[in-house]
């Protein structure tokens, strides 16, 4: 891996887990959310934080790809106002059957995570409700 790639997957690494910080989830439901192994350690989450990239596993690559998504999609349907993004995520949402954003997304499950996606993008929304083909 080159320094430049590594550079990049460490400044995500590490903006992921500011986001989810803000969001405020606890180190064992950050766990849960970016798809770590069963058992994994909290203190796996502060070398993380420091100067280690997440693992370059498929499931923690893909839950940290729908997370840099969220993200986006924060900022795009709030981008004059983030405090307004922290809003949301912690008020309960009727399409959500009044469950905080949070909450779902604490859940740890990968549906979870889309679900959340659905509701601020709403491409995501079509291709997970469309019917396959």
């Known amino acids: 891996m080159n320094e430049e790639t590594l550079k990049h997957r460490l400044e995500l690494t590490q903006s992921i887990i500011r986001m989810l910080d803000q969001f405020g989830l606890d180190a064992e439901q950050q766990i849960r959310v970016l798809g770590f192994p069963e058992g994994t350690r909290t203190r796996t ?3 993380h ?3 280690k990239p997440f693992p370059d596993d498929a499931v923690i690559q893909e839950r940290v790809g729908l997370l840099a998504h969220i993200s986006d999609a924060l900022r ?3 981008p004059t106002n983030p405090q ?3 809003f949301w995520i912690k008020q309960k949402n009727r399409h959500l059957d009044n469950v905080r954003p949070v909450e779902v ?3 740890g499950g990968r549906n ?6 659905s509701l601020l993008d709403c491409t995501v929304h079509w291709d997970v409700s469309s019917p396959t083909k």
């Open 84 to 86: 307004m993004a922290l």
């Open 45 to 47: 989450l502060r070398q």
């Open 105 to 107: 997304l604490s859940r």
């Open 49 to 51: 934080r420091e100067n």
């Open 112 to 117: 979870d995570l889309i679900s959340v996606l």
């Open 76 to 78: 795009t349907t709030y």
